[in-house]
């Protein structure tokens, strides 16, 4: 959604109702990942993509038939065969799309919403997509609850849901996570009744360079370039400027552990930071990965030979690391790719993020039989999971 934002924005402002497909589950090799939207404008416009192609007509059709009738709905989209769903997709995946119309008075939040976004500022926008008959004969289907760290707005019908969803919902943006969830009518966390779209908005992750160096330089373009916000630090002055890492958000002059430390205790690491040692020299990297493999970083890695390594993780025992603590640690950091230049390895080392997050191998996919798209949220699903509640 985020990348369609200022399209249905500007559309929600001059008063438009449009047409919003959003993808929010996926299975085997589904192109697009959950929170992906395609826009309909009221000029029948499409901005953005559910599936890089492959069923965009149909999703087009539906996003302006809610247009219309303002009825939205949960469309399954999956492979072509003689069981087939309405439209194919070429790929092998299954996609779950919810589609909806979005103007001023079906989602009064969203000015809010697109305010925090711009600020930086954490919100999730929860979404009943499906739901069995409620005791009260009440529909929930397409109730809407927007949720901030501190507040709330909108309902999903009830009170103890609100209150039971907003309490699960911030963990989820704590996280960064977009993802289903399922309760009972009332609340009920064991429930199943209802099926809720939790779409987070949460501020860049980081990526914290420990290193002025050429191989950061390489490092902070492509992070900014998988949308981390990227920061340099190193102790020297003379090596950490602005200059020399013009794609980093900030370059900073102190000694990497004090820093680290300093940002950790803030609260402005979390578990979706990723950490890269590249200075390879002890006085600095020994400190640092003291701190780093003991706060939860989704990814610590460091520069160096295997002798160095082996070196490094002696001295972090001497210092009394854990085996647990040191396992944490990427080292020699990247895949083997091969590589050779400052921009090839930061290509490596950005793979093993990659990998790493999803789960991949880093193996070349002509020689698995396995599927090419991970979605560890949905890895556990079995077959009657799959259904669809109209």
């Not at 934002?5 to 559309?11: A, E, H, P, S, T």
């Not at 000694?255 to 020299?281: F, M, N, Q, S």
């Not at 997050?357 to 077959?383: E, K, M, P, V, Y």
Request: proline share 5%; with cysteine; glycine share 10%.
């Amino acid at each position: 959604m985020r990348e369609v934002l200022d399209d249905l924005f500007g559309w929600w402002s001059a008063g438009e109702s449009v047409g919003v497909g959003t993808v929010v589950a996926t299975w085997k090799s589904a192109p697009r990942p959950a929170g992906a939207s395609m826009l309909v404008g009221p000029d029948g416009a499409a901005v953005g993509s559910v599936s890089g192609g492959c069923v965009e007509g149909a999703v087009y059709e539906r996003a302006q038939e809610a247009i219309d009738t303002g009825s939205p709905g949960l469309e399954r989209y999956g492979v072509s065969d003689d069981d087939a769903f309405a439209v194919g997709l070429t790929c092998g995946g299954i996609l779950d799309i919810w589609v909806e119309r979005v103007d001023r008075e079906s989602y009064p939040e969203f000015g809010d919403v697109v305010a925090s976004v711009r600020d930086g500022a954490p919100v999730a926008v929860v979404t009943c997509v499906a739901s069995t008959a409620a005791p009260t004969g009440d529909d929930r289907v397409g109730r809407r609850l927007v949720v901030w760290p501190d507040r709330v707005a909108g309902s999903l019908g009830s009170d103890r849901l609100d209150e039971a969803v907003a309490d699960d919902v911030r963990g989820l943006l704590a996280a960064g996570r977009t993802t289903t969830v399922h309760y009972g009518h009332d609340g009920e966390r064991r429930g199943d009744d209802l099926t809720l779209f939790v779409s987070s908005f949460a501020p860049r992750p980081r990526m914290i360079v420990f290193g002025a160096i050429d191989f950061a330089a390489a490092l902070a373009r492509i992070g900014s370039f998988l949308g981390y916000r990227v920061t340099v630090c190193d102790a020297r002055p003379v090596f950490a400027t602005a200059k020399r890492f013009p794609d980093a958000d900030e370059v900073v002059v102190e000694w990497p552990h004090r820093y680290l430390r300093a940002e950790a205790d803030a609260g402005r690491v979390d578990e979706r930071a990723v950490l890269c040692v590249l200075t390879h020299d002890p006085k600095f990297d020994v400190p640092v990965l003291e701190v780093a493999l003991r706060i939860p970083a989704a990814y610590v890695g460091a520069m160096g030979s295997r002798r160095t390594h082996s070196d490094r993780l002696q001295r972090l025992r001497e210092a009394g690391l854990s085996a647990e603590e040191s396992a944490r640690l990427s080292s020699p950091i990247g895949l083997d790719l091969g590589a050779r230049t400052p921009e090839e390895t930061a290509v490596s080392i950005a793979a093993e993020i990659v990998a790493g997050r999803w789960g991949g191998s880093g193996a070349r996919l002509s020689t698995l039989n396995a599927a090419i798209h991970r979605d560890t949220d949905f890895l556990h699903r079995d077959d009657e999971e799959l259904s669809v509640t109209p």
